[in-house]
């Protein structure tokens, strides 16, 4: 999954903190989200720190430092 995070942009709430989520397989789309949104900032409209984060459902460990599950076998192979 992946989600655009930035601030400001809502007429409601200046500098409030918004996303928007995307699926996993639409990288390109949350690509040109955030692109446009920065095009926006360039432009003078009230947006700021644009940023994008992902986090694959499909890891092999737990989000952050964690021991591998048993059984996973990588090396780093030298040439």
Same mark, same amino acid.
């Given at each position: 999954? !992946?989600?655009?995070?930035? $601030?400001?942009?809502?007429?409601?709430?200046?500098?409030?903190? *918004?996303? /928007?989520? !995307?699926?996993?397989?639409? $990288?390109?789309?949350?690509?040109?989200?955030?692109?446009?949104? *920065?095009? /926006?900032?360039?432009?003078?409209?009230?947006?700021?720190?644009?940023?994008?984060?992902?986090?694959?459902?499909?890891?092999?460990?737990?989000?952050?430092?964690?021991?591998?599950?048993?059984?996973?076998?990588?090396?780093?192979?030298?040439?």
């Amino acid at each position: 999954m !992946f989600v655009v995070y930035w $601030l400001g942009g809502n007429p409601d709430a200046e500098g409030a903190a *918004r996303y /928007r989520k !995307f699926d996993a397989t639409a $990288l390109a789309d949350a690509l040109r989200f955030a692109e446009d949104l *920065r095009k /926006r900032q360039a432009e003078g409209e009230d947006v700021g720190f644009v940023t994008l984060c992902s986090e694959n459902p499909h890891s092999v460990g737990k989000p952050g430092v964690a021991d591998p599950p048993a059984g996973y076998d990588w090396k780093k192979r030298r040439r």
